[in-house]
């Protein structure tokens, strides 16, 4: 099945499946710690946290009998019964967040004008003026909206001007009562459940400051190649934003091309819901790649690592050549032939105990294999259920290897379906005509998903149904 490796100089066996391959690899990674973190936080830091634990609400909510309507505040015994309008003096003003039980006595009325919540022995037979959200009295039993009453409107802002009201009796009583939403002990999450907006506003009114989250995976990305260096615009180089060619600038003579692939692992990571440690590239030579992967695991809390490039069985393929060297750090090595395309080489260690996973160098290929092998694993760590395929419709037919599950990044149309999405060398009629090949990146520009085409398959038709990752990215024109 497998291409496991624990001793120097080991050789790949048989071609292990995509699902081996992905069992593998979260067979080495388990949920983070649950962390207690502010609810202040997590409004904004909460998108990609989970809950460690079930939560349950501490208080009521609504703590008090409110209003939820502007209106007058009544007893219902003082209405007739028969829906006829009544006449009733206007005794107080009560509105959202009034200090309870202080009151103070109305020029010329017989009655205690109150502020906050009545006392429930206030005098029968009366109106209070009240506000959406304000404590409804004790001794009130209903709201009639302002609409359905002589006052017609309140001003906003405005005092208290009217000393009586005429009102009936309505269908409804426009009053939300005390803890009908929410009570103490109701489950308001579980463990596993993603941290959202809904969830950290109701756990404040719950009467929570804090939620039980899994620590955010912290992931260290690295890509390898001598060849690679930072991306950045030479100072001889006029920086150009309208896609015109630039006759004036000569082709680079040095082989040297922009690290583009430690960039997308950092992208990609952070879009997978982890902290991100991004180290960029590092020279085809064991031991500046050994000192480089001493730096990560030496610091703080990294709970994955992830390379790019030089895995396969090449002569700089210097990822390949620490795995199979005799090494105190090492531990736990596997490569491994995946029947995948692209993204067939594969490996998988463990360097001072931080879990590793090595993935091929072709951008395309380290795309793929990311979504593949390493977002499920930020999932688990992060306590979540790794993204599932669905099943969809294809618009158009292509060609498609067997022996291996092709993957194609698509985009879905308006109707559902998917197409190919390709890159604008294709359009041109130039290269590859989709994203399949490795080093066709500009592909992914349109994909919003990649379709998981079964080995059995030599040829998919327009109409047919094909497994569909969702990427679920906020970068790219399709996400």
């Given at each position: 099945m497998?291409?496991?490796?624990?001793?120097?100089?080991?050789?790949?066996?048989?071609?292990?499946?995509?699902?081996?391959?992905?069992?593998?690899?979260?067979?080495?990674?388990?949920?983070?710690?649950?962390?207690?973190?502010?609810l202040?936080?997590?409004?904004?830091?909460?998108?990609?946290?989970?809950?460690?634990?079930?939560v349950?609400?501490?208080?009521?909510?609504?703590?008090?009998?409110?209003?939820?309507?502007?209106?007058?505040?009544?007893?219902?015994?003082?209405?007739?019964?028969?829906?006829?309008?009544?006449?009733?003096?206007?005794?107080?003003?009560?509105?959202?967040?009034?200090?309870?039980?202080?009151?103070?006595?109305?020029?010329?009325?017989?009655?205690?004008?109150?502020?906050?919540?009545?006392?429930?022995?206030?005098?029968?037979?009366?109106a209070?003026?009240?506000?959406?959200?304000?404590?409804?009295?004790?001794?009130?039993?209903?709201?009639?909206?302002?609409?359905?009453?002589?006052?017609g409107?309140?001003?906003?802002?405005?005092?208290?001007?009217?000393?009586?009201?005429?009102?009936?009796?309505?269908?409804?009583?426009?009053?939300?009562?005390?803890?009908?939403?929410?009570?103490?002990?109701?489950?308001?999450?579980?463990?596993?459940?993603?941290?959202t907006?809904?969830?950290?506003?109701?756990?404040?009114?719950?009467?929570?400051?804090?939620?039980?989250?899994?620590?955010?995976?912290?992931?260290?990305?690295?890509?390898?190649?001598?060849?690679?260096?930072?991306?950045?615009?030479?100072?001889?180089?006029?920086?150009?934003?309208?896609?015109?060619?630039?006759?004036?600038?000569?082709?680079?003579?040095?082989?040297?091309?922009?690290?583009?692939?430690?960039?997308?692992?950092?992208?990609?990571?952070?879009?997978a819901?982890?902290?991100?440690?991004?180290?960029?590239?590092?020279?085809?030579?064991?031991?500046?790649l050994?000192?480089?992967?001493?730096?990560?695991?030496?610091?703080?809390?990294?709970d994955?690592l992830?390379?790019?490039?030089?895995?396969?069985?090449?002569?700089?393929?210097?990822?390949?050549?620490?795995?199979?060297?005799?090494?105190?750090?090492?531990?736990d090595?596997?490569?491994?032939?995946?029947?995948?395309?692209?993204?067939?080489?594969?490996?998988?260690a463990?360097w001072?105990?931080?879990?590793?996973?090595a993935?091929?160098?072709?951008p395309?290929?380290?795309f793929?294999?990311?979504?593949?092998?390493?977002?499920?694993?930020?999932?688990?760590?992060?306590?979540?259920?790794?993204?599932?395929?669905?099943?969809?419709?294809v618009?158009?037919?292509?060609p498609?290897?067997?022996?291996?599950?092709?993957?194609?990044?698509?985009?879905?149309?308006p109707?559902?379906?998917?197409?190919?999405?390709?890159?604008?060398?294709?359009?041109?009629?130039?290269?590859?005509?989709?994203?399949?090949?490795?080093?066709?990146?500009?592909?992914?520009?349109?994909?919003d998903?990649?379709?998981?085409?079964?080995?059995?398959?030599?040829?998919?038709?327009?109409?047919?149904?094909?497994?569909?990752?969702?990427l679920?990215?906020?970068?790219?024109?399709?996400?």
């Amino acid at each position: 099945m497998s291409a496991e490796s624990t001793t120097p100089g080991s050789t790949p066996g048989s071609t292990r499946s995509l699902t081996e391959h992905v069992a593998a690899v979260l067979a080495r990674v388990a949920a983070l710690p649950a962390e207690d973190v502010g609810l202040d936080e997590l409004a904004v830091e909460g998108p990609g946290r989970v809950l460690g634990a079930d939560v349950r609400a501490v208080a009521l909510v609504p703590p008090f009998d409110a209003a939820a309507m502007d209106g007058y505040a009544v007893r219902l015994a003082d209405l007739p019964a028969d829906g006829s309008p009544a006449t009733l003096p206007v005794v107080g003003d009560l509105r959202p967040g009034s200090p309870p039980d202080r009151r103070r006595r109305a020029a010329g009325a017989g009655h205690a004008v109150v502020e906050g919540r009545p006392p429930a022995h206030h005098a029968t037979g009366a109106a209070v003026r009240i506000m959406t959200g304000a404590p409804v009295p004790g001794w009130a039993d209903a709201v009639v909206p302002v609409e359905r009453t002589s006052t017609g409107r309140f001003v906003a802002g405005g005092p208290t001007t009217e000393r009586e009201v005429t009102l009936a009796r309505q269908p409804r009583g426009h009053v939300r009562h005390r803890g009908e939403d929410v009570r103490p002990g109701d489950l308001l999450g579980r463990a596993g459940d993603a941290v959202t907006p809904a969830l950290v506003a109701v756990a404040a009114s719950a009467g929570l400051t804090a939620l039980p989250v899994r620590r955010r995976p912290r992931v260290a990305v690295l890509s390898t190649g001598s060849e690679l260096v930072p991306a950045r615009v030479g100072s001889s180089s006029p920086v150009r934003h309208d896609g015109l060619p630039d006759e004036g600038r000569a082709a680079d003579p040095t082989g040297l091309i922009p690290d583009s692939n430690s960039l997308l692992l950092a992208a990609l990571a952070r879009a997978a819901g982890a902290d991100v440690v991004r180290v960029g590239a590092v020279p085809d030579d064991a031991d500046a790649l050994r000192a480089a992967l001493d730096r990560v695991a030496a610091g703080p809390g990294v709970d994955l690592l992830v390379t790019t490039g030089g895995v396969s069985a090449g002569a700089s393929d210097v990822v390949r050549a620490v795995l199979d060297g005799d090494d105190v750090r090492l531990a736990d090595v596997e490569v491994a032939a995946v029947a995948l395309r692209p993204g067939r080489p594969q490996a998988l260690a463990r360097w001072r105990g931080v879990p590793w996973v090595a993935l091929p160098g072709n951008p395309v290929s380290a795309f793929v294999s990311f979504a593949l092998f390493v977002r499920p694993a930020v999932a688990v760590l992060a306590g979540r259920e790794p993204v599932r395929p669905v099943r969809r419709t294809v618009a158009e037919a292509w060609p498609s290897p067997p022996g291996r599950t092709h993957v194609v990044p698509v985009r879905s149309l308006p109707s559902g379906v998917v197409e190919r999405a390709v890159s604008p060398g294709a359009v041109r009629g130039e290269g590859p005509g989709s994203g399949a090949a490795g080093h066709a990146t500009s592909a992914l520009l349109g994909a919003d998903a990649l379709a998981l085409v079964h080995p059995d398959v030599d040829k998919v038709e327009a109409g047919d149904e094909v497994d569909v990752l969702p990427l679920d990215l906020p970068f790219g024109a399709g996400a």
